[in-house]
């Protein structure tokens, strides 16, 4: 789905979300109940750098500021982090890590954050971005990766052909929407011939609470262990701490 | 505190530890009070990584995480810290899950402080869905924290340096210890240079990595806090440093943060490399800076921060 449709269909009662021309979202509609939601995010797989991110950050913070109330959704098609000498150089980690926190700081302050992964997104941009988001819808078609197999292949010394091989049959490594939503990262696909404002509006109703993507993550297969060891582990500080 | 046992060497000479060179275990038992280390989920229950066959790779008894609690500076804390010898200290399914588990018992147990030891490449490429998936989780588990009053503190001065999503849980931290040797960065120069070219970043030149990820450029900038020699006593009071007064999880602190990376982008983002931006700060030489020894460079850092206000 294109993004102009995707708007379309997400708030009938209209918008006034546009993207610049570095790719970021900005906007607000109308949804259900006469209600505002604001929306951010990153279109047309553009990089998130520096500048970006602080530009991202520094909305959502007027957001808080104001006590927008509505959901906050962050809509997501980008490549990775800007790959760039003068974005690591100026602490590239400091400004994706501040946006993930503007994200929750919101979130705790009763904007819900909805992330809607309607294209591409990997690394570092995923993760502050949609991965920061309290719940994360995707549409189908969606291409999240962690790192493209070419750069795998750098730092794995394993040839590209092997890993594309490998990519095949493993879903825990390799990249795509279907492997994601197996380790619990994706609430749910959405269905794209259904109006979206609807499945957005039934998501907003759902109880929202907690991290819940380890126990998604193996009920669905692709993380067998993690909600597991995180509990184990969580339990032997209680005990401990109980028995200081 | 309790006095040190007779049989082991005197506590300050026992943290005279090269935290470059030390192990996870090491580096958390001599940074904590002596003998107050207990370790949970640790080798002897052999949880490992149930991905790495797929790929012939030897799989390790703590899945290259060690996290427990112990005393610091005789208060309760949690605290966890990643092998880098053990695949580059890269977050995996139950690498990442040890530090959730870890993080989200901090909200009941409510410890003084959470240490966290970053030795890390980032994802673990093997598992990476869930090592991408893992970083999320504990970036959400640590702001919790933090949010009900617990201040996570992170150490950096490993092998592996901070890279990738460690680079981001990093940056959630109340507070930042690095040392020279502490590189923090989202892209490696490999993954830039393979990317974007050689010309970009050339990945082979030592010096560049350094002046541009390094703990001297990071500690400038105000990516990280406080900044350490290579051993643990340094990094313990460094640590104790930053403890008293911990950035908070709320709108004032963000938005002073927000202030702060806004103003580097004016002041600095024309720069093309770290020694225009130590330049424009103030240093007098700035070539210079990569050479300078512990104390000159923490009295370089304290007259820009004066001057700055920064």
């Known amino acids: ?244 | 505190m309790s006095a040190p046992h007779p049989d082991i060497p005197h506590v300050a000479e026992a943290r005279n530890v090269d935290w470059y060179e030390a192990s996870a275990r090491h580096r958390l038992t001599t940074l904590l009070d002596h003998g107050s280390f207990i370790e949970f989920m640790g080798p002897t229950e052999r949880v490992v990584s149930p991905h790495l066959d797929l790929f012939d790779l030897p799989k390790q008894f703590d899945d290259g995480m060690v996290v427990g609690r112990g005393q610091f500076d005789g208060k309760p804390v949690l605290a966890a810290a990643q092998e880098g010898r053990f695949m580059g200290g890269a977050f995996g399914e139950v690498h990442g899950a040890k530090l959730v588990g870890l993080l989200r018992a901090a909200l009941d147990v409510k410890p003084d402080a959470v240490l966290v030891l970053f030795d890390t490449g980032g994802v673990r490429l093997q598992e990476a869905n869930a090592g991408e998936l893992a970083i999320a989780e504990i970036m959400r588990a640590l702001l919790d924290a933090r949010a009900v009053g617990v201040p996570v503190i992170g150490l950096i001065g490993g092998r592996a340096g901070c890279y990738g999503g460690g680079g981001l849980i990093s940056g959630c931290c109340s507070g930042l210890v690095v040392s020279e040797q502490g590189r923090i960065s989202v892209s490696g120069p490999e993954v830039i240079e393979t990317n974007r070219g050689v010309e970009e970043f050339d990945s082979r030149d030592r010096a560049l990595v350094w002046r541009t990820m390094g703990g001297k450029n990071r500690r400038l900038l105000g990516v990280a806090d406080a900044y350490a020699d290579d051993d643990v006593e340094s990094f313990r009071a460094a640590t104790l440093e930053l403890l008293a007064s911990p950035r908070a999880f709320d709108l004032d602190a963000l938005k002073a943060r927000q202030h702060m990376l806004e103003s580097r982008l004016a002041r600095f983002g024309d720069c093309s490399d770290a020694i225009d931006v130590w330049a424009k700060m103030g240093a007098e030489q700035p070539t210079g800076v990569p050479d300078l020894p512990a104390d000159a460079f923490q009295a370089l850092v304290a007259r820009i921060a004066k001057e700055h206000g920064a």
């Open chain 1, 1 to 244: 789905m294109t993004l102009d449709a995707i708007l379309a269909s997400l708030f009938p009662g209209g918008h006034s979300v546009t993207t610049d021309d570095r790719g970021l979202i900005f906007g607000t509609a109308s949804i259900n109940g006469g209600r505002t939601a604001n929306v951010i995010g990153v279109a047309n797989r553009s990089p998130l750098g520096i500048d970006e991110a602080a530009s991202l950050s520094r909305r959502v913070l007027e957001l808080v500021e104001s006590k927008a109330d509505g959901p906050l959704i962050v809509l997501v098609d980008s490549d990775s982090q800007r790959m760039s000498k003068r974005d690591e150089l100026l602490g590239l980690s400091q400004y994706l890590s501040h946006l993930a926190q503007c994200l929750q700081l919101a979130d705790r302050g009763g904007q819900r954050t909805v992330g809607i992964l309607y294209g591409h997104t990997a690394a570092g941009a995923f993760i502050a971005t949609a991965l920061a988001t309290s719940v994360l819808v995707a549409l189908p078609g969606a291409e999240p990766e962690v790192m493209d197999l070419p750069s795998m292949a750098r730092v794995t010394k394993l040839p590209l052909d092997v890993l594309k091989e490998k990519a095949k049959s493993t879903p825990v490594f390799a990249p795509g929407l279907d492997n994601l939503a197996k380790t619990g990262a994706v609430h749910a696909v959405w269905d794209a011939k259904k109006p979206l404002a609807q499945q957005l509006a039934a998501l907003l109703a759902s109880v929202s609470g907690g991290d819940e993507r380890d126990r998604l993550g193996r009920e669905r297969g692709g993380r067998p262990k993690a909600a597991e060891v995180a509990a184990k582990v969580a339990e032997a500080a209680a005990r401990a701490s109980a028995g200081a």
